[in-house]
């Protein structure tokens, strides 16, 4: 619903008419207290008054909505018009409905049409309760289309975070998939090619289950830190099959961090470069190692990997691919300033290490 859409007068009339009610039930009691129960005065005070109250008040609804689109100072200047105009029609209306009434319920009047001279001296103050009223009613309004329109605002934020985290997943998948996924059939296919059938199985079975647990989460923001390490074998065991010997893989997460909640396909990307720059172009067995550990009330994932050519990575401007410049950027969606992003260049390796907040999902 856009906020303009907002205040219609279906939804105005009963709040209003509970409101005005109330206040009549709580003056004409207070009256009632004081002066004792008269019920005949009830029409005169404060019967006429809000009843006149209640038949004006939906021209400040149509009023506000009429110059709502108006710049602040002809907006101030018209509605100081017309609230003066509000108060002199609620003068005479109440004074109008007092008399109309008294004669239609045969109650002792307090005025008649020729005593116009008297009501005015008592009774002009209603003429500024008018003002005063419609002011209140403007001020309400202004409230409530503001309250709106930041609901409204908020819920479109939250639509366009929610097509954009699922547009990073979407982006992450297309860019880094199609590479593992092409690799991953011509490994299968040769392994087929050398009989080697269980092993191609293992792999069918292995990419399977990656790809199904990849789409069926696939609008999820964020996932157990155990299951992020299962997807992540799944990945590891299609890679070792193709790397064999030439890489060997160690993890060590602690029991106490696995229900942690991490974003969804944070490590596997981290992962993947570890084999792109530290293995792929490496004829010596390389190293990779991933490991998660809780710092006071932070996790921190690290993945780090053995190379024998140190190169400068630049996470900013995505010069090594999509993965980790796609990384920081769904971090920072997740967390705003609350994490930390840093790649280590040491003599034994790269490493890449994640500081989130420590959350139970």
Do not use: C
Request: hydrophobic letters at 45%; a positive charge; charged letters at 20%.
């Amino acid at each position: 619903m856009a906020p303009n859409d907002s205040f219609s007068s279906k939804q105005f009339a009963p709040y209003n008419t509970l409101v005005l009610a109330g206040l009549f039930g709580f003056v004409w009691a207070r009256e009632a207290w004081t002066d004792g129960l008269i019920v005949d005065n009830i029409l005169f005070w404060p019967g006429g008054y809000f009843l006149s109250l209640w038949i004006l008040s939906p021209l400040a609804l149509y009023f506000f909505k009429s110059l709502e689109t108006t710049g602040r100072r002809a907006f101030i200047k018209r509605h100081l018009a017309i609230s003066a105009g509000f108060g002199i029609l609620h003068f005479f209306l109440t004074g109008l409905l007092i008399i109309l009434l008294e004669r239609f319920f045969r109650l002792p009047e307090h005025y008649n049409f020729y005593q116009s001279g008297s009501y005015f001296r008592q009774s002009w103050p209603y003429a500024v309760d008018g003002m005063l009223w419609y002011w209140s009613y403007i001020f309400i309004f202004l409230y409530l289309q503001t309250r709106e329109r930041l609901a409204f605002e908020k819920q479109r934020s939250e639509v366009i975070q929610k097509e954009l985290a699922a547009s990073d997943l979407s982006v992450l998948r297309t860019e880094l998939n199609p590479h593992f996924l092409f690799n991953a059939m011509n490994s299968i296919a040769m392994k087929v090619r050398l009989k080697e059938n269980k092993l191609a199985v293992a792999m069918i079975a292995s990419l399977n289950d990656l790809l199904r647990s990849v789409l069926s989460r696939q609008r999820e923001k964020t996932v157990p830190l155990s299951e992020e390490i299962d997807l992540l074998n799944k990945y590891l065991m299609i890679e070792s099959v193709r790397f064999g010997e030439q890489v060997e893989v160690t993890q060590d997460f602690s029991e106490d961090l696995l229900p942690a909640e991490v974003p969804q396909m944070i490590l596997q990307p981290l992962v993947e470069n570890a084999f792109k720059h530290g293995v792929r172009d490496s004829l010596r067995q390389q190293k990779i190692s991933i490991t998660g550990a809780k710092e006071n009330d932070a996790l921190v994932l690290t993945v780090f990997n053995t190379t024998e050519q140190m190169r400068r990575f630049d996470t900013v401007n995505g010069s090594e691919g999509v993965g980790l410049p796609n990384v920081i950027h769904r971090l920072r969606r997740h967390y705003g300033t609350d994490f930390r992003f840093q790649s280590m260049s040491t003599g034994a390796g790269i490493a890449f290490r994640i500081t989130l907040p420590f959350r139970l999902i």
